[in-house]
């Protein structure tokens, strides 16, 4: 096994060989989670020097909700790199996130129920 | 940069209902080649989608002294798909391979998870313990569901429950991942427990 501080080292290499991080660190999951849905915010114009991922997504994210795993997986980017380009974005204020979905441990019954039901009602 | 990354070969992405505000995830696990794509697209509402993910793992086994600390990346698909689950909640499925050597992936994929649907093949018990091993680490609530590739082998649940020594309030459901009724069958299965857990 792998020390955790060895794995940050190496998958920060890894998106430092993406994108420019500046040496900041690098968002997690619990900053940006993979079923957070993100869009861009209304009448936001390009960063004139941005980079044909951001590129990318702007493009795609101009057209309404999607989870940022999705963002990820249509621009054929690793989640790592995606978290860090939509965190930027967001930061500048170029995209809206719905509010966090809250921890496991957090989520109450009466969305379990609501999952449960709409299982139902799609699936019989 | 390499542009042809971003070139039109991906199904072009499907919007979110404007109305939803909510999104959930549920985890689907198990061993390799144990049905998780199968069962993801089997549910999913959009076209399953993959990210490939970059690992750092060991490159010696765990238990060789010699080769501590020798490292080296390897690539890791992770799946997903979606099921809008009502105008304002949406709800996502994530699968990828429980090895250990992808807990790094692990940790990504089962934050703010509800819980997890465990893929086992009865005839392949011994694969799912690593498995296992990594939701109960990671505090995931889970359902097995038996993914029976050879229907004339009836399982025993008993014969199961005892070789994953699971709690008796664990459900284990019977699953065949290619039909829908059956899959989503296992995820609502899912669903009722973790409501009982939440008392
Ligand atoms: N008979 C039978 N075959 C299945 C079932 N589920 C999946 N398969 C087949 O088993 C093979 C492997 O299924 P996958 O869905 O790719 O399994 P996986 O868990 O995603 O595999 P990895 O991602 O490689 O770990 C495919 O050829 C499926 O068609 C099932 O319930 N019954
Ligand atoms: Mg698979």
């Known amino acids: 096994m792998t020390?955790?501080?060895?794995?940050?080292?190496?998958?920060?290499?890894?998106?430092?060989?993406?994108?420019?991080?500046?040496?900041?660190?690098?968002?997690?999951?619990?900053d940006l989670s993979l079923h957070t849905l993100v869009t861009l915010a209304p009448d936001r114009e390009l960063p004139r020097r941005a980079s044909p991922e951001v590129r990318a997504i702007w493009d795609i994210c101009g057209g309404g909700y999607l989870s940022m795993a999705e963002v990820a997986a249509h621009l054929g980017l690793?989640?790592?790199?995606?978290?860090?380009?939509l965190t930027d974005l967001a930061e500048q204020g170029h995209l809206l996130r719905r509010a966090a979905p809250p921890p496991a441990q957090a989520v109450d019954r009466g969305t379990l129920e609501e999952v449960l039901h709409g299982l139902q009602t799609l699936f019989g | 940069m390499d542009s042809r990354r971003f070139s039109a070969d991906r199904p072009a992405a499907t919007y979110l209902?404007?109305?939803?505000?909510?999104?959930?995830?549920?985890?689907?696990?198990?061993?390799?080649?144990?049905?998780?794509?199968?069962?993801?697209?089997?549910?999913?509402?959009?076209?399953?989608?993959?990210?490939?993910?970059?690992?750092?793992?060991?490159?010696?086994?765990?238990?060789?002294?010699?080769?501590?600390?020798?490292?080296?990346?390897t690539t890791v698909a992770l799946d997903f798909g979606r099921i809008t689950l009502s105008e304002e909640l949406v709800l996502y499925l994530f699968g990828t391979p429980g090895q250990q050597r992808f807990v790094?992936?692990?940790?990504?994929m089962t934050v703010g998870a509800l819980g997890a649907l465990l893929l086992v093949d009865p005839a392949r018990l011994e694969s799912t313990f690593p498995v296992i091993d990594l939701v109960e680490s990671f505090g995931l609530d889970y359902a097995v569901a038996v993914n029976s590739f050879d229907p004339s082998v009836r399982f025993e649940e008993s014969e199961i429950r005892e070789a994953l020594d699971l709690l008796p309030d664990t459900p284990v459901v019977h699953c065949d991942a290619r039909d829908v009724a059956s899959s989503a069958e296992a995820l609502k299965e899912l669903v009722r427990h973790l409501l009982t857990r939440k008392g």
């Open chain 2, 104 to 108: 790094q992936l692990w940790e990504d």
């Open chain 1, 78 to 85: 690793p989640t790592a790199v995606a978290r860090l380009l």
């Open chain 1, 3 to 30: 020390t955790p501080s060895e794995d940050d080292l190496v998958t920060g290499d890894f998106v430092r060989s993406y994108v420019i991080t500046g040496g900041r660190r690098l968002p997690s999951a619990t």
């Open chain 2, 17 to 73: 209902p404007a109305g939803v505000r909510r999104a959930v995830k549920i985890v689907v696990v198990g061993h390799f080649g144990v049905g998780k794509t199968t069962f993801i697209g089997s549910l999913s509402e959009i076209e399953p989608l993959r990210t490939e993910e970059k690992m750092t793992v060991a490159s010696a086994p765990v238990d060789d002294l010699s080769g501590a600390g020798a490292k080296e990346t």
